[in-house]
């Protein structure tokens, strides 16, 4: 065997010796030496640097159960260092449950295929939708592929489902049937495109969310034959209805 070859033979196997090693580091070795945001607690590590779990982390107050991380080789085949992750509640309607593939590549971070479950009433409580009472059900998010840049991403495709929508305003409670929003980057914003349950609320909206704090939403939406009267009736303040019933929805604050 020529000696290059023996270089290259043997310089593999030092790489994978050092990965080898590197797998088999306990992880809470390395976690002690990380330095975590105030707004961060981590709970009890198990398992390898390769292959671990927390069985709690706190962020910004939301609390996420079995934290689990497997690291996958043959992300490395395509230059990637990439992790599958998941998040696993035995009560998903009452925690935040996810599961995906994050990896780090040329072109930065990003996740694809990633699977986010998230209760309705955690939303109400981390964006103090003060106008709403209350809100049941969960919000299924589905990320084919997303890349995060300034101020909100550089590459997104992904879904939202907000299966079973309830709300309660004014001590009256509404059923709103699903609503599902088509996830589109633009110029680091995110782009909404929303569609409603006609049975309950028909919906045909754009939503813009340029940069924090700005929003602008257009479209059109119509009561169904199941929407509670209250609801029905209060749209009118929405403007005139068009020809197929339809009220304008145009709000901006930038």
């Known amino acids: 065997m020529k000696k290059s070859n023996w270089i290259k033979f043997g310089g593999m196997g030092v790489v994978l010796y050092l990965v080898f090693l590197i797998a088999t580091i306990p992880a809470h070795l390395v976690v002690s030496q990380i330095s975590v945001p105030r707004t961060v607690q981590l709970g009890m590590v198990s398992g390898t640097v390769w292959d671990g779990k927390f069985n709690a982390v706190l962020v910004n107050g939301i609390l996420l159960k079995n934290v689990r991380w497997s690291f996958s080789p043959s992300a490395l085949l395509t230059g990637k260092l990439g992790v599958d992750f998941k998040i696993s509640n035995s009560r998903r309607s009452k925690h935040v449950s996810a599961e995906g593939f994050a990896y780090?590549?040329?072109?930065?971070?990003?996740?694809?295929?990633?699977?986010?479950?998230?209760?309705?009433?955690?939303?109400?409580?981390?964006?103090?939708?003060?106008?709403?009472?209350?809100?049941?059900?969960?919000?299924?998010?589905?990320?084919?592929?997303?890349?995060?840049?300034?101020?909100?991403?550089?590459?997104?495709?992904?879904?939202?489902?907000?299966?079973?929508?309830?709300?309660?305003?004014?001590?009256?409670?509404?059923?709103?049937?699903?609503?599902?929003?088509?996830?589109?980057?633009?110029?680091?914003?995110?782009?909404?495109?929303?569609?409603?349950?006609?049975?309950?609320?028909?919906?045909?909206?754009?939503?813009?969310?340029?940069?924090?704090?700005?929003?602008?939403?257009?479209?059109?939406?119509?009561?169904?034959?199941?929407?509670?009267?209250?609801?029905?009736?209060?749209?009118?303040?929405?403007?005139?209805?068009?020809?197929?019933g339809f009220f304008p929805v145009q709000f901006k604050n930038f």
């Open 104 to 244: 780090l590549g040329f072109s930065g971070f990003a996740t694809d295929e990633t699977k986010v479950n998230i209760p309705a009433a955690l939303f109400k409580q981390r964006f103090g939708l003060s106008m709403i009472d209350s809100v049941t059900g969960v919000i299924r998010i589905d990320l084919d592929h997303f890349r995060p840049d300034q101020p909100y991403c550089a590459e997104l495709d992904g879904k939202v489902k907000w299966k079973s929508a309830e709300l309660s305003v004014m001590n009256a409670l509404y059923e709103v049937g699903d609503i599902n929003l088509d996830l589109k980057c633009a110029d680091g914003g995110i782009v909404a495109q929303v569609k409603g349950d006609e049975k309950y609320l028909s919906m045909n909206v754009e939503m813009q969310v340029p940069s924090p704090g700005q929003i602008e939403v257009n479209g059109q939406i119509k009561a169904g034959e199941m929407a509670a009267p209250l609801l029905a009736n209060s749209l009118s303040f929405l403007g005139q209805a068009n020809e197929e």
